[in-house]
């Protein structure tokens, strides 16, 4: 196709979801309330971690990590999915379209790593206590956390590069968010070689990731059953059931829309599927390792102690 004979367009408009006007105000105050309770939820377990000496180990150093990396992810679509439900559509330039994309799709895959480092983490404790300690030093902590968002943020440039560069002659983007697939439909060329290089991209680094965690919890496993009595094994296996929650939500979710089966982005499903790791997984994981979490539970009662122990000091 000549690309001399189109324009290239400067901006896109974000078409977000069509419903009605009284449906359009309840989702957009139901969807402000939630994107408020994900930032207060997250930036709680953040500041808890920070201030409670009892969390100081590296399960909730990584959970931290997770819960600084949910309000960046958060920010980063929601916004947009806001101001289409009030608007009806979203304008965007194309610049700002382009990094919102690298943005997230870098956050969605060092969320992958670090989901295997948190494996790693629940492994060596369970399988290895002896040397636990030893292992997960604080500084092989922050190294682990450092390569998860390294690698994550270099692996989005394939992706990312591939869609900047193609030649786009329609504006209208059929999602709430500058995402691969809906940008691809308004390029002036034939994007099935993009489409195949970002499958193999993105279904590979969460392939091999989701391999290594199931390995690791596969040794869990081994370990677990090894155990002598019943209540060890539960608090086993407790530690983990969290973090197994989160993997499956998120897991599931971008395997769907990203490696699926193409029927799911034909008919436009994939903005209904994807709204489950860019805004209700955001919102779950403080919930799911605060109500699922004994020493979390045990920090927040410790709160109004320390508040009356600051206020009794003369």
């Given at each position: 196709?000549d690309?001399?004979n189109h324009?290239?367009?400067?901006?896109f408009?974000?078409?977000g979801f069509?419903t009605s006007?009284t449906l359009?105000?309840?989702a957009?105050v139901g969807?402000m309330?939630?994107?408020?309770?994900?930032?207060?939820g997250n930036?709680?377990?953040?500041?808890?971690?920070?201030?409670?000496?009892?969390?100081?180990?590296?399960?909730?150093?990584?959970?931290?990590v997770?819960?600084?990396?949910?309000?960046?992810y958060?920010?980063?679509?929601v916004?947009?999915?806001?101001?289409?439900l009030?608007?009806?559509s979203s304008p965007?330039?194309?610049?700002?379209c382009?990094?919102q994309?690298?943005?997230?799709h870098?956050?969605?895959?060092?969320e992958c790593?670090l989901l295997?480092?948190?494996?790693?983490d629940?492994?060596?404790?369970?399988?290895r206590?002896?040397?636990?300690?030893?292992?997960m030093?604080?500084?092989?902590?922050?190294?682990?956390?450092?390569?998860?968002w390294?690698v994550g943020?270099?692996?989005?440039?394939v992706?990312?590069?591939?869609i900047?560069?193609l030649?786009?002659?329609?504006k209208q983007?059929?999602?709430?968010f500058?995402?691969l697939?809906?940008?691809?439909?308004?390029?002036?060329v034939d994007?099935d070689?993009?489409a195949?290089?970002?499958?193999v991209?993105i279904?590979l680094i969460?392939?091999c990731?989701l391999?290594?965690?199931?390995?690791?919890y596969g040794?869990?496993?081994k370990a677990v059953?090894k155990?002598?009595?019943?209540?060890?094994?539960?608090?086993?296996?407790?530690?983990?059931?969290?973090?197994?929650t989160?993997?499956?939500?998120?897991?599931g979710?971008a395997?769907?829309v990203?490696?699926?089966?193409?029927?799911?982005?034909?008919?436009?499903?994939?903005?209904?599927?994807?709204?489950?790791?860019?805004f209700?997984?955001?919102?779950l994981?403080?919930?799911?390792?605060?109500l699922r979490?004994?020493e979390?539970?045990?920090a927040?009662k410790?709160i109004?102690?320390g508040?009356?122990?600051?206020?009794q000091k003369p």
């Amino acid at each position: 196709m000549d690309l001399v004979n189109h324009t290239w367009v400067q901006s896109f408009i974000l078409a977000g979801f069509t419903t009605s006007e009284t449906l359009q105000s309840f989702a957009f105050v139901g969807t402000m309330c939630v994107y408020l309770l994900t930032l207060a939820g997250n930036l709680f377990i953040i500041i808890l971690v920070k201030t409670d000496s009892g969390l100081s180990t590296p399960m909730y150093f990584f959970i931290s990590v997770l819960s600084f990396l949910e309000l960046w992810y958060v920010s980063t679509t929601v916004p947009t999915l806001l101001h289409t439900l009030l608007h009806g559509s979203s304008p965007i330039s194309s610049a700002a379209c382009f990094t919102q994309l690298y943005v997230f799709h870098s956050l969605g895959m060092t969320e992958c790593f670090l989901l295997c480092v948190m494996a790693l983490d629940r492994y060596l404790a369970i399988c290895r206590p002896l040397h636990y300690h030893a292992l997960m030093s604080r500084q092989v902590q922050q190294w682990l956390a450092m390569a998860a968002w390294l690698v994550g943020f270099s692996s989005a440039l394939v992706p990312a590069g591939l869609i900047a560069t193609l030649p786009y002659c329609l504006k209208q983007v059929a999602h709430y968010f500058c995402d691969l697939a809906p940008l691809m439909r308004l390029a002036c060329v034939d994007t099935d070689w993009h489409a195949h290089v970002y499958i193999v991209v993105i279904g590979l680094i969460n392939t091999c990731n989701l391999v290594i965690i199931l390995g690791f919890y596969g040794g869990i496993l081994k370990a677990v059953l090894k155990l002598p009595t019943a209540a060890s094994r539960a608090k086993a296996f407790s530690t983990c059931s969290s973090h197994i929650t989160v993997v499956i939500l998120f897991f599931g979710s971008a395997f769907i829309v990203y490696v699926g089966p193409p029927v799911v982005r034909a008919e436009g499903r994939d903005k209904l599927l994807s709204l489950v790791y860019t805004f209700l997984t955001p919102f779950l994981n403080p919930i799911i390792y605060t109500l699922r979490n004994r020493e979390v539970k045990e920090a927040v009662k410790r709160i109004p102690q320390g508040i009356r122990g600051m206020l009794q000091k003369p």
